[in-house]
């Protein structure tokens, strides 16, 4: 199979080798990634709890969206960088770590839900955007997101933990 041979070559990179042998930077790298999921998943909360009809009932939700979204976007492509470069540093373990593949399944299923919610229910939104309880749709796309951020984080320390 082809993916362990590209983590192989991966891991052996100038990149990685340094990242494994250094030691401040793999743990710099690791507070970075753990800010940027934690701006991450605080800023998808916030919208989500809208949907819910939980918080910011007094907002719109396209401007709830139009507010969050590019915070959203920039800590994620932060997250992203950062935890391929912690990848990198020993990508053989990492992807045959079970709570990894469970994260990366998990970050999978949230891609999904969101292009369900914005595809579906929010493609709707301009009949319900000030409406303070939102169609079931939208209360159930922001629920399954809140459900799926806890599992993301929850895999994510458990890699630490499990990895040999």
């Not at 590019?70 to 990508?91: E, I, K, N």
């Not at 990492?94 to 579906?120: Q, S, V």
């Amino acid at each position: 199979m082809i993916v362990p041979q590209v983590c192989s070559w991966l891991e052996n990179t100038r990149m990685a080798a340094a990242i494994r042998s250094s030691t401040w930077l793999f743990p710099t790298i690791e507070s970075i990634h753990v800010l940027a999921v934690t701006l991450v998943v605080g800023s998808i909360l916030m919208f989500d709890l809208r949907l819910l009809g939980i918080a910011s009932r007094d907002r719109s939700v396209t401007d709830l969206h139009k507010e969050i979204l590019p915070w959203t976007w920039a800590a994620f492509a932060c997250a992203v960088v950062a935890g391929s470069l912690l990848f990198s540093s020993d990508a053989t373990k990492y992807y045959e770590n079970g709570p990894f593949r469970f994260k990366m399944l998990t970050l999978f299923l949230i891609g999904l839900n969101t292009a369900i919610f914005e595809l579906g229910a929010f493609r709707g939104v301009s009949r319900w955007n000030t409406d303070k309880k939102t169609p079931l749709p939208a209360r159930l796309a922001g629920g399954i997101s809140i459900v799926l951020w806890i599992l993301v984080v929850g895999f994510g320390r458990w890699i630490g933990f499990t990895k040999q």
